[in-house]
């Protein structure tokens, strides 16, 4: 007679049936399998757009300089200096940003879609209200603040009026920036992509209307630039509107006139999870500029290299960036349904995902750093300093995608301030310090101040994968 079905699950009868117990095993490794590509499927899922948005963002943005650049020195300088003043505030943004998908998505995940609402809500008062702070403080006196730079008098004129119509821009893209948070916080990293792609095409657009007057445009040249940028801005900006408004009234997205009226009391959440970010931006550009310091001692070559070198930087920064976002939506979610270990698992399974992409990157990019130097420069004094350089960085994939993909994971939960303190212990007690010594104390080769930053990405990832391993950021949980 064949033993009941519930025979199999105990261990005295698996002992008398290997043939069931290994059916079992099978059963439950099969399983296992499954549930890992489920998960690494979602991950993927909600990471790819995002990837594909900051690809299209970093092509644009060498696309305007590109055509900026045919107006000559003086306009490609005024542009230096006007990005640095929105990049502060971008910066700024992205935190309150990291804090928008944190509230949200634990809302989402615990069935709370009014408190979400009320957290976008709150964000977006934070959001704006940046944008107005920082704009503010650098429009008092713009002259004043560029000469403190340095600025010629020539490009100071050419950088006001630049600067003002970029930093009017800052106040659509709070808005925007909020309001793509809080559709990856749903889940929806598709309809961001998808505005990115059309804002794009029209700054591109109105770019070579503008800047160069083409077909009866006004030619306004630099100007043309920044009013290009503000009515892209304005263009995503109705886009996510129009996206947000289109939602069913019991959507966590659907802002009403109460929850905006009831945001203030949210305020210090987002402010309290928001800053430390912040803090993070500025520990790591005052590490950056001490860093650029320090190889301006070997001189014009190696400060080139650095800066072309930069730009390649950027874009392997991408899928560490992608999954950071993926995966900040999704650990808040399970934590705000009370399952730590399915947070847990979500965070495992997108760093294996990181590593698998940095080992990729690491093999194209070591191999091919000839190729890609001849490609971004055809100077070749900066082309051998930038091959080693190159290879510097194909060496930290590995670290640099993992340690992104763990911020993402405390991000999610909320906290914030684990991320701060990687990016500090990597960058102020590794790389500016081993940089300094190399070049003011041993005076070596300019290859050991590249490798600084290798020690700099392991630091990073060795930190949040302790923190990470720990779990205490599973009950950070935000009440």
């Known amino acids: 007679m064949a033993p009941p079905t519930d025979a199999i699950e105990d261990s005295e009868y698996a002992s008398q049936s290997p043939a069931a117990a290994l ?78 998908v944190a509230l949200m998505a634990q809302s989402i995940g615990a069935g709370r879609p009014r408190e979400a609402r009320r957290a976008l809500a709150a964000s977006l008062w934070v959001g704006v209200g940046t944008a107005i702070l920082v704009g503010a403080v650098v429009l008092i006196a713009p002259r004043a603040v560029l000469r403190l730079l340095n600025a010629e008098p020539a490009v100071i004129e050419l950088t006001v009026p630049y600067l003002r119509l970029l930093l009017g821009s800052t106040l659509l893209l709070a808005v925007s920036l909020v309001l793509e948070n809080g559709l990856r916080a749903d889940r929806d990293t598709v309809s961001p992509m998808r505005v990115a792609a059309a804002a794009a095409a029209l700054k591109v657009v109105l770019n070579a209307f503008l800047i160069f007057g083409l077909f009866g445009a006004p030619r306004l040249e630099l100007v043309g630039a920044g009013v290009a940028t503000l009515i892209s801005q304005a263009f995503g900006m109705a886009l996510f509107v129009a996206i947000i408004r289109r939602r069913p009234s019991e959507s966590p997205l659907a802002l009403t006139a109460a929850d905006v009226a009831e945001a203030p009391r949210l305020v210090g959440k987002v402010v309290r999870i928001a800053a430390p970010g912040v803090a993070e931006r500025i520990v790591l550009n005052l590490a950056l500029l001490s860093y650029f310091a320090i190889l301006a001692n070997y001189g014009t070559v190696a400060v080139a290299a650095y800066t072309v070198g930069v730009r390649a930087l950027s874009f392997s920064w991408i899928p560490g960036t992608g999954f950071a976002a993926a995966v900040a939506t999704l650990v808040g979610h399970a934590l705000g349904a009370g399952d730590e270990e399915e947070a847990v698992r979500i965070g495992r399974r997108a760093a294996m995902l990181a590593l698998l992409v940095a080992i990729v990157l690491g093999i194209v990019g070591g191999s091919a750093r000839d190729v890609i130097a001849r490609l971004l420069t055809n100077d070749a004094a900066t082309i051998a300093a930038l091959g080693p350089f190159l290879l510097c960085l194909a060496i ?77 950021w599973r009950r950070r949980v935000i009440g």
């Not at 489920?38 to 299209?56: D, F, H, N, T, Y």
């Not at 994939?397 to 212990?425: C, E, I």
């Not at 300019?446 to 630091?459: E, F, M, N, P």
Request: charged share 10%; proline share 3%; aromatic share 10%.
């Open 23 to 100: 059916a079992a095993q099978a059963a439950a490794f099969g399983q296992a399998v499954a549930l890992r590509a489920a998960g690494a499927r979602e991950i993927l899922k909600l990471s790819l757009p995002i990837m594909l948005s900051q690809v299209l963002v970093t092509l644009v943005a060498l696309v305007d300089i590109a055509m900026v650049g045919r107006l000559g020195a003086h306009a490609v300088a005024a542009v230096g200096y006007a990005t640095q003043f929105f990049f502060m505030t971008q910066s700024a943004l992205f935190a309150v940003g990291f804090a928008c």
């Open 396 to 472: 930290a994939q590995p670290m640099l995608q993992l340690h992104f993909t763990l911020a993402g994971v405390h991000r999610g939960a909320g906290d914030t301030w684990t991320p701060l303190l990687a990016a500090t212990v990597g960058n102020w007690g590794f790389r500016v310090p081993i940089a300094a010594v190399c070049a003011y104390v041993l005076e070596t080769d300019l290859v050991w101040l590249w490798a600084a930053l290798i020690v700099d990405h392991l630091a990073r990832a060795t930190w949040l994968l302790i923190t990470f391993r720990r779990g205490r």
